[in-house]
């Protein structure tokens, strides 16, 4: 499978507790994009990387949320201290960061709970 | 900020009929791009089609077109033939040159009825 892939698919957590979600884009795509999606509403931007540099963040990033790319390769993303507000779809795309089509191609996300 | 916007939170539509999604975005920008993507019940979400800004012919995929109104910062999504499996959330984006985050809109719930 040479798709994006994220894990976990589900993650129920208690408040208060921290969550690390996984995203492992296409191999040969140097851009890499976390989304968060809530129900009923499009997708939000969150952050997103060339290669291992954060390019830029959204204020949706509050100081509880890290995300890195160490290697230019796989994406993580913390939540420290979650709160019930939390709770969403976490997506990630990956994308080339020149060519004629600019398309994001996206994994089937990390539904996060927090009860 | 650009902003996308998605008038209609629902449609329906019998299969083999056609239907036009509505799509309006606010940008000061000159080069950008718009996409329609498909989310389907509990599935990740695919690429149906996308339209460079500077293009003014409007884009094609099978089934599905858009019309691209610049002037208007109008881009509608029209579904030729609807089948069962155009069932999905559909979302309007745009994205800035530069390959940048996309600004999404909040979508459109299609349901293809039999």
């Known amino acids: 499978d040479t798709g994006v892939s994220q894990n976990p698919r589900h993650k129920i957590t208690k408040r208060g507790q921290n969550v690390t979600f996984r995203c492992d884009p296409i191999?040969?795509?140097?851009?890499l994009y976390w989304y968060r999606q809530t129900l009923g509403q499009g997708p939000e931007f969150l952050t997103y990387?060339?290669?291992?540099?954060?390019?830029?963040k959204s204020r949706l990033l509050s100081d509880r949320f890290s995300a890195e790319r160490p290697k230019g390769s796989f994406s993580t993303l913390e939540i420290q201290r979650t709160e019930q507000g939390d709770s969403a779809m976490y997506l990630c795309?990956?994308?080339?960061?020149?060519?004629?089509?600019?398309?994001?191609?996206f994994g089937p996300g990390t539904r996060l709970t927090v009860t | 900020a650009q902003t996308v916007t998605q008038s209609q939170p629902e449609m329906s539509v019998q299969d083999a009929e056609t239907v036009t999604l509505s799509c309006t975005y606010d940008t000061s920008e000159n080069n950008y791009y718009l996409f329609w993507y498909k989310q389907p019940p509990s599935r990740q979400m695919i690429l149906v089609i996308r339209?460079?800004?500077?293009?003014?012919q409007n884009a094609t995929e099978n089934r599905f077109s858009v019309n691209f109104q610049k002037a208007a910062k109008s881009f509608s999504l029209k579904i030729s033939d609807s089948q069962l499996g155009d069932t999905a959330m559909y979302f309007c984006?745009?994205?800035?040159?530069?390959?940048?985050?996309?600004?999404f809109g909040k979508g459109t719930r299609l349901s293809v009825i039999a």
């Open positions: 339209q460079e800004a500077y293009k003014q």
């Open positions: 984006a745009f994205m800035m040159a530069g390959n940048t985050p996309l600004v």
């Open positions: 795309a990956s994308s080339p960061q020149r060519g004629p089509h600019y398309e994001q191609y």
């Open positions: 990387f060339q290669n291992e540099a954060q390019l830029e």
């Open positions: 191999s040969e795509h140097n851009r």
